[in-house]
């Protein structure tokens, strides 16, 4: 069973910066690509950011490119999400998730475990 524990969330302006962490266990960690989703009140999940198994291929949602950067570190079985010049509307609970392969999916379905979430509220 693999566990995700995402932390890093909270209150912040806009404008401001959010720094995600998302800590995996197990030892398979570098084999699987790995996400981060949101989901606002009443709004579907939605993939933000994906990164292959290796870190050298990246995804980003229209909305986060320029502002958002996901990365890896996997000896320490952690992926982060930078996020710059915050807006209003990247107010979300933002979730972790692992792939369930070693290359980039934009689909919730390509995903096999999630971590619980961590609340980011990004204030006008």
């Known amino acids: 069973q693999v566990q995700l524990v995402a932390s890093g969330g909270g209150l912040v302006q806009a404008g401001g910066s959010l720094r995600l962490s998302c800590a995996a266990s197990?030892?398979?960690?570098?084999?699987?690509?790995m996400g981060w989703f949101r989901q606002a009140p009443g709004k579907e999940r939605q993939l933000v950011a994906s990164i292959n198994r290796s870190g050298d291929h990246t995804y980003y949602t229209d909305s986060v490119k320029g502002r958002f950067t996901i990365s890896r570190d996997n000896p320490k079985n952690t992926v982060y999400l930078q996020m710059n010049s915050l807006k209003p509307e990247d107010t979300a609970v933002y979730y972790c998730?692992?792939?369930?392969?070693?290359?980039?999916?934009?689909?919730?379905?390509?995903?096999?475990?999630w971590g619980r979430g961590t609340q980011v509220t990004v204030s006008s």
């Open positions: 998730a692992r792939g369930s392969g070693s290359g980039i999916s934009s689909s919730p379905y390509g995903y096999d475990y």
């Open positions: 197990g030892r398979t960690f570098s084999t699987y690509a």
